[in-house]
């Protein structure tokens, strides 16, 4: 059964370190600049950022970014570019935070909010309803992107909610069961090097040694799902692309970069800097474009 996402909850502005500033609180409760948030979540603390650009509308797109496993919100914010496409593309940027730097993104996986069950979509799902009720959003162009255990979780919030227009898993895979996906846009960005999460499904190197389905898989799921033609593929230097038209104007694409790790191509700073990023593709960018194509049709 798919949740049901109107959750209450109170948010409550905070002042938090980070090396680039915080907005002021004020009488508004998301001004403009990023500030930082507390939410309660079955009576459970959960913190998260929210970034909003000056030249938001009055119904902004909602852009969620899933920081990766031992990452933060403070980190994804710093590393990923989305401030910088939201001030362009005029959309606002929440960046939630998992509890010990990891997200429960099935099967057991990851870190203690997979060991304890954590309620990471319960979680995800009332901070957007409090975005919305606080500053306005439109609700058929509600996204969700991450970094690979947010990558996971963003597969996890597609599977288990109706809340997301569409997704953008970078370095990440499916994980447990999802077996009543609502038709959902899906763009996976993965590079063939990462040994991390393998595109091939076999266990991974770091941690977790993360498994699962192979990749090409799990885009095959959602493409059934959202009843979709047979891709083309067309591969440009480094860079292979598979897509296809969808039903009701969704698309479900898979990008592959052959020298790329376990990282987000076109970041300037990552966790693991044994695998630089790749200068190939600009994630966000590509991310970003193809959320504004894909808003919910419904």
Aim: aromatic residues 6%.
């Amino acid at each position: 059964m798919k949740r049901v996402l109107g959750l209450t909850a109170v948010v409550t502005a905070v002042l938090t370190g980070c090396s680039t500033p915080l907005a002021p609180a004020d009488s508004a409760p998301y001004p403009v600049g990023t500030s930082a948030h507390t939410i309660d979540v079955d009576g459970t603390a959960r913190d998260y950022l929210v970034t909003v650009p000056a030249n938001r509308s009055a119904e902004s797109p909602l852009v969620v970014m899933l920081h990766g496993g031992f990452g933060s919100s403070h980190q994804a914010r710093e590393s990923y570019g989305w401030d910088a496409a939201a001030a362009s593309g005029g959309f606002i940027v929440a960046y939630p935070n998992g509890v010990g730097r990891a997200w429960n993104a099935g099967a057991g996986c990851c870190g203690e909010p997979g060991r304890n069950n954590t309620d990471d979509v319960g979680f995800v799902g009332a901070m957007v309803a409090e975005i919305g009720e606080g500053i306005g959003i439109d609700a058929s162009r509600v996204y969700a992107t991450g970094m690979s255990n947010g990558a996971m979780l963003a597969y996890r919030l597609a599977c288990d909610t109706e809340l997301f227009a569409a997704i953008a898993p970078v370095a990440g895979t499916l994980l447990g069961n999802c077996d009543e996906p609502t038709a959902t846009s899906v763009l996976h960005i993965h590079g063939e090097a990462d040994t991390r999460v393998r595109l091939d499904g076999e266990p991974g190197e770091g941690a977790s040694k993360v498994g699962g389905p192979p990749i090409t898989d799990v885009i095959s799921l959602w493409r059934q799902v959202a009843d979709c033609a047979l891709p083309s593929v067309t591969t440009v230097d480094v860079i292979a692309t598979s897509a296809g038209a969808c039903a009701n104007g969704r698309a479900v694409t898979l990008i592959t970069i052959a020298d790329a790790g376990h990282q987000w191509p076109g970041s300037l700073a990552v966790r693991d800097r044994a695998s630089t990023p790749s200068a190939s593709l600009d994630a966000t960018a590509i991310i970003w474009e193809f959320f504004a194509s894909h808003p919910d049709p419904k």
